[in-house]
Nanobody, 124 residues
Framework: QVQLVESGGGLVQAGGSLRLSCEAS????????MAWFRQAPGKEREFVAA????????GYADSVKGRFTISRANAKSTVYMQMNSLKPEDTAVYSC?????????????????WGQGTQVTVSE
């Protein structure tokens, strides 16, 4: 069992930045692919970014490529997402997730443990 706790969300104006953090409860976190997903009101949850166990591979949704950066600090059991040039359409609840098979997937069903999420709101 892995517990994940996100932080760093908030209200920001368009063009601003936020840095999300996701801390895992177990040091074995360092073995697994981690990802961020988001869900906007009235929409389905969607993939945002993923990072391999050692940070050597990253992947992004086209909608955030060039604006968001995923990273991790295994010594701290934490994954981050730096979000720059935020847009109103980035408004959503952002959740981190763990894939214990480390398939580096973009599919929700491949992820085994999820955090509760943190709200990001981008105003005009």
């Amino acid at each position: 069992q892995v517990q994940l706790v996100e932080s760093g969300g908030g209200l920001v104006q368009a063009g601003g930045s936020l840095r999300l953090s996701c801390e895992a409860s177990r040091p074995t976190f360092s073995r697994y692919t981690m990802a961020w997903f988001r869900q906007a009101p009235g929409k389905e949850r969607e993939f945002v970014a993923a990072i391999s166990w050692n940070g050597g591979l990253t992947g992004y949704a086209d909608s955030v490529k060039g604006r968001f950066t995923i990273s991790r600090a295994n010594a701290k059991s934490t994954v981050y997402m730096q979000m720059n040039s935020l847009k109103p359409e980035d408004t959503a609840v952002y959740s981190c997730a763990v894939d214990i098979d480390s398939s580096f997937s973009r599919q929700i069903y491949d992820y085994d443990y999820w955090g509760q999420g943190t709200q990001v709101t981008v105003s005009e």
